[in-house]
């Protein structure tokens, strides 16, 4: 009897990707793929997943030299976007920084978030010093560039 009452239901992917954005869950072929090394993931991320004490395994060279000697060229980021305009997975990621506009990454993931107000939330992979919390970053939006703020992954529920 008590197991019947545990039981889950099914839910569709929108809620799915939905509960997952907010926790600041990336997805492996969605947010970050094949052509990712594991620092690109994050500090949090990359320390859940990975064991630098671990004996040999294919990569650990790469992995253990980017962790002690360097930090990678770019880093998988949440934000958040005022209001309810939501960028889609792609979509270029422009630096405010400066009077010219540089590419410096791009959208993986985004959701209209429930705990948040009904504002975007996501992920993207941005450029190494764009990754700091708080930053300003552009995301084109329904033709015009709107003013995100980069969050830590975990972060994002808070």
Known sequence: RRRLSMRGR????????????EA???????????????????????????????????????VARMHSLGHPKRVLIGFELPGEHLPVAGTQVCSVKGG?????????SSTISVLHGQRAVGFAVLKWGYHEPGQKVLIP???????AVTRPLRVLTA
């Open 10 to 21: 099914p839910i569709g992917w929108q809620a799915f990707n939905t509960a997952r954005i």
């Open 141 to 147: 939006v329904d033709g015009n560039l709107a003013e």
């Open 100 to 108: 010219a506009s540089e590419i410096i990454g791009g959208v993986t």
């Open 24 to 62: 600041g869950s990336p997805l492996f072929h969605i947010d970050f793929g094949t052509d990712s090394i594991p620092a690109e993931t994050g500090k949090l991320l990359f320390d859940e997943a990975v064991s630098l004490k671990k004996g040999c395994y294919l990569g650990q060279e790469i």
